[in-house]
């Protein structure tokens, strides 16, 4: 191959640079302006000779001074596809529509629209919810569902609450605005697994304190559960449900570290770790191995508490491990008092790319087979059942508690009505909005007032939006809601309800053995209620490739 002689182009732009900065410098006695384009053009060479003599890219050694428009362009993609070039429609993550209505919402503006639906209304998976040609007239939408009742401290809580995200995760003025507005609406607060924090005090509104494998805000120095600082806790009025995670839909069978550098002495009270030193929550709990032995806890968690509502939160992985805890509490009697189930589609602040795109089953399929188990074992009259996955719209609490929820719950709503932007930044703790940032001087210009304000705005607006779908439905509450009620297209020239669309055991079917579906004929009679391992066959598939 002959070799190149002429100069090649991609040097222009250094060459340039380097020949501006001498001309300049000859020129400095002649003309006062000399100096600036002699310190821009030599600003540049020098920047061009570090691309160049550098060795850990290629390309910018290739390209001396050009290769960083590359890079400018690169940094600011996401955010010229959001405002330029995505259609409203399109949810990556959120689509515009889904902001725009929180946005509206959250300040109390007119949330219509004209000239029709955006929507491809014939294109598979479009969904709606039908009408009757007699509605109703509902007073208020302060739609509430009792959780416990078996216990003595039961509580009522919203059908639309604030999904865990932790102090640590959110900023401390994050933290007030949620808090402050879930105490003026009336709604819970889910605390994260960072556990309770200053922030969430102060304010007073309901929380659900969940608590994950860290047990932070009740640990011991080894990391190990304490009842005593449990009790502390878990015994305050404004304190309602414990929740135990088990997973959650962004990251499941994935644990996490809080880097040391940023245990703040905030961060360091509220989860009971010395200052300054990395914060782990490992993938798996220590206080136990077993179904029986967590639904054993769960009853401690109970006890200590004074007799306050005790759950958990999963993500649906391997279905003989769910089945797994289901039998556990056939065996023992011992029961849950509400389930939270988080699809795989939820958010997070930071988490692998193959964990948010590839792991955990996604809400709808989750949810359906967290109620069939429990209304075939005749058990889901006894469990309340929540759910959280994208839910932003009263069509979107509809559609889930049709699948068989009792309540939702949301994390990235609430976050857009505390103004967050989707910069997809939130793992990098630069913010622009000051929600998912410790950095005071993003955090602080956050407006705890203004914002607490959006928070109750838009659960307000979205309960009254569900309340005008219902009227309309011919329904008086959310609980009457089912399957019947949410249609799906499936193709051009086929319609079905969700009833006719997904499969709903017969309450007792499971244990009379007669379902009909795969998941259940082949992973529910193998399943064990005192181990999570898999059935003997599955573990004999693993050692070999001969299926």
Same mark, same amino acid.
């Given at each position: ?255 996490? $570290?809080?880097?040391?550098? +940023? &245990? %703040?002495?905030?961060?360091?009270? @509220? #989860?009971?770790?010395?200052? *300054?030193? /990395? ?105 309340? $059942?929540?759910?959280?996955? +994208? &839910? %932003?719209?009263?069509?979107?609490? @509809? #559609?889930?508690?049709?699948? *068989?929820? /009792? ?111 795969? &998941? ?28």
């Amino acid at each position: 191959m002959e070799k190149t002689t002429t100069f090649p182009l991609r040097y222009s732009a250094y060459i340039i640079s380097i020949t501006g900065f001498l001309v300049s410098l000859v020129l400095t006695p002649y003309f006062e302006t000399s100096y600036l384009f002699a310190g821009i053009f030599g600003a540049l060479a020098i920047l061009g000779t570090y691309d160049v003599l550098q060795k850990k890219h290629t390309v910018s050694r290739n390209y001396p001074i050009m290769v960083h428009f590359r890079y400018l362009f690169e940094s600011v993609g996401p955010e010229i596809r959001q405002y330029f070039i995505q259609s409203d429609t399109e949810e990556r993550p959120f689509s515009r529509e889904q902001r725009t209505i929180i946005y509206q919402r959250a300040k109390n503006i007119l949330d219509k629209r004209p000239f029709g639906s955006q929507l491809g209304m014939y294109e598979e998976g479009f969904e709606w919810i039908n009408h009757s040609l007699k509605p109703t007239k509902i007073q208020g939408s302060n739609f509430r569902v009792q959780i416990g009742s078996r216990c003595a401290k039961p509580y009522s809580a919203s059908v639309f609450n604030i999904s865990a995200m932790s102090f640590g995760s959110l900023s401390a003025n994050a933290i007030l605005s949620l808090n402050t507005g879930a105490n003026k609406g009336g709604f819970y607060h889910d605390t994260g697994e960072g556990s309770i924090s200053r922030y969430h005090r102060q304010p007073g509104g309901d929380l659900v304190w969940e608590i994950g494998s860290g047990y932070f805000g009740c640990r011991n120095k080894d990391g190990s559960f304490s009842p005593e600082r449990f009790t502390e806790n878990a015994t305050l009025d404004q304190v309602k449900m414990i929740e135990l995670k088990l997973s959650q839909g962004a990251k499941p069978g994935h644990g996490g $570290i809080l880097p040391g550098a +940023k &245990v %703040t002495p905030e961060i360091a009270e @509220a #989860r009971g770790v010395s200052i *300054g030193e /990395d914060c782990i929550s490992p993938a798996l709990h220590s206080a136990f191995s077993t179904p029986i032995e967590m639904l054993e806890f769960i009853d401690q968690l109970r006890e200590l508490s004074g007799g306050k509502p005790v759950g958990f939160k999963l993500a649906i992985g391997h279905p003989w491990e769910w089945f797994a805890i289901v039998k556990a509490m056939l065996e023992t009697g011992r029961k849950p008092d509400f389930i939270v189930v988080d699809g795989g589609e939820g958010g997070t602040g930071a988490a692998p790319l193959e964990f948010i795109n590839r792991i955990g089953t996604p809400m709808t399929e989750a949810l359906l087979l967290v109620h069939n188990t429990l209304v075939g074992t005749n058990l889901r009259e006894d469990i309340a $059942i929540g759910a959280a996955g +994208k &839910v %932003t719209s009263a069509f979107n609490i @509809a #559609r889930t508690l049709a699948l *068989g929820a /009792d309540w939702c719950n949301a994390a990235r709503g609430y976050m857009f009505s505390l103004g967050c932007i989707q910069a997809l930044n939130c793992h990098t703790g630069l913010c622009p909005s000051g929600v998912a940032t410790q950095d005071p001087s993003r955090s602080s210009k956050l407006d705890v007032e203004d914002k607490s304000q959006r928070v109750y705005n838009f659960h307000k607006n979205t309960l009254d939006a569900l309340q005008n779908l219902l009227e309309a439905s011919g329904l008086r509450h959310p609980s009457e809601l089912g399957p019947e009620h949410i249609m799906r297209r499936v193709s051009k020239t086929e319609v079905h309800a969700y009833l006719d669309l997904f499969p709903f055991l017969a309450p007792g079917s499971l244990l009379e053995g007669k379902t009909g579906l795969t &998941v259940f004929d082949k992973y529910w009679a193998e399943s064990k209620p005192d181990s999570f391992d898999p059935p003997e066959f599955v573990q004999q598939l693993r050692e070999t490739k001969l299926r």
